[in-house]
């Protein structure tokens, strides 16, 4: 019986049209394989202070291109500036190497009471150091502004350049000024226990045009504030917020070129604040006040800010006629009232 079912099976599939073999096929062309891993992203690395202290930083890019140290916002961590690949392939096209030192609590790096700018300061250098580092170009965000201050302040003669993207400078009279550092942490915690809360943009937002930019503010939130499973404390970041109720570090010796971007109607690190750097640094070149644009100017005009690291002055960039181009200052206006818009044209694309 056994055989007669099996010969039964075999005839049966043998009398199917469908499962007749199939006609043969050309061999698929294998691509070109790599001899490299593709990178998640630069790695956190350690370095220890010659008192002990462990300083994390990241290090990526061209490492014979223009050294970048990057210093995002309060709330970020050593991988914060991964938050701008966006727009990678422009820096990588502009071999920028960014490097990115960790501050006082956030992500890897473990919280030092009484930590200051200048010790920020020293362990930028230090870091600069350890990569034979001496020349640089400077890059901050938000409340990044004071601690590139102090570093410019530090090492005036090793700046290339600074570029302060809506960066906050002192605020004395602040709320967070004159409380106590515990009531402080407690009435951050909310926020930074939840970083969709820290990280959260308007719905009018230009970010809002990046693919995936807000997933990934999101993991940045949770690095800075989960990674060494300190499970949201909110200590560092009060500890930061009190640390801009001081005078601002010392920048009257930085003589590199200053570029300022703003947002002129940015509720949160308001003009004011720009137009204190404007007057303290000694050769600001580039006053770039956005009207109508919020806080995010630093990610919807990173583009500009890209060139201008660079080293590529004078231009700006423009969406024209469907293409993206960067236009002499002097020709700006006339391209704008002819249709133009600021910025590269995939901020102009319906996602």
């Known amino acids: 019986m056994r055989r007669l079912m099996i010969a039964f099976l075999l005839a049966a599939t043998a009398a199917t049209p469908g499962l007749a073999k199939a006609p043969a096929q050309p061999a698929a062309m294998v691509p070109p394989l790599p001899d490299r891993f593709d990178d998640f992203g630069p790695a956190v690395q350690a370095l220890t202070m010659p008192g002990g202290r462990v300083v994390h930083f990241t290090d990526s890019g061209d490492l014979g291109g223009r050294s970048v140290v990057f210093i995002g916002g309060t709330g970020t961590s050593a991988r914060a500036s991964g938050m701008t690949d966006f727009l990678k392939s422009l820096r990588v096209a502009l071999k920028l190497r960014f490097i990115?030192?960790?501050?006082?609590?956030?992500?890897?790096?473990?919280?030092?009471?009484?930590?200051?700018?200048?010790?920020?300061?020293?362990?930028?250098?230090?870091?600069?150091?350890?990569?034979?580092?001496?020349?640089?170009?400077?890059?901050?965000?938000?409340?990044?502004?004071?601690?590139?201050a102090a570093v410019a302040g530090a090492m005036p003669d090793r700046v290339i350049s600074l570029h302060m993207l809506a960066t906050a400078a002192t605020n004395p009279q602040g709320r967070q000024c004159g409380v106590p550092l515990a009531t402080l942490a407690q009435s951050l915690a909310g926020q930074v226990q939840n970083p969709q809360s820290w990280w959260a943009f308007p719905a009018t937002s230009p970010t809002r045009r990046i693919p995936g930019f807000a997933d990934r503010a999101f993991e940045e939130g949770a690095r800075t504030f989960f990674?060494?499973?300190?499970?949201?404390?909110?200590?560092?970041?009060?500890?930061?917020?009190?640390?801009?109720?001081?005078?601002?570090?010392?920048?009257?010796?930085?003589?590199?070129?200053?570029?300022?971007?703003?947002?002129?109607?940015?509720?949160?690190?308001?003009?004011?604040?720009?137009?204190?750097?404007?007057?303290?640094?000694?050769?600001v070149v580039a006053f770039r006040v956005y009207p109508g644009e919020a806080h995010d100017v630093q990610y919807r005009h990173w583009d500009q800010v890209l060139i201008e690291l660079a080293g590529i002055t004078g231009q700006t960039v423009v969406c024209q006629g469907g293409h993206s181009a960067a236009l002499a200052d002097a020709k700006v206006p006339a391209a704008l009232a002819k249709g133009a818009s600021l910025g590269l044209c995939a901020w102009q694309a319906k996602n």
Request: hydrophobic share 35%; with cysteine.
């Open 100 to 148: 990115t030192v960790e501050r006082n609590g956030f992500g890897d790096t473990a919280y030092q009471p009484g930590w200051t700018y200048a010790d920020y300061a020293s362990e930028v250098r230090a870091v600069l150091d350890h990569l034979a580092v001496q020349r640089f170009a400077g890059v901050a965000i938000s409340g990044g502004g004071p601690y590139m």
């Open 227 to 283: 990674i060494r499973g300190q499970m949201g404390d909110p200590l560092p970041e009060a500890a930061e917020m009190q640390r801009y109720c001081g005078a601002a570090p010392d920048v009257s010796k930085v003589t590199a070129p200053v570029h300022i971007y703003q947002g002129g109607a940015d509720p949160l690190v308001t003009l004011d604040q720009a137009e204190y750097w404007h007057h303290h640094f000694p050769n």
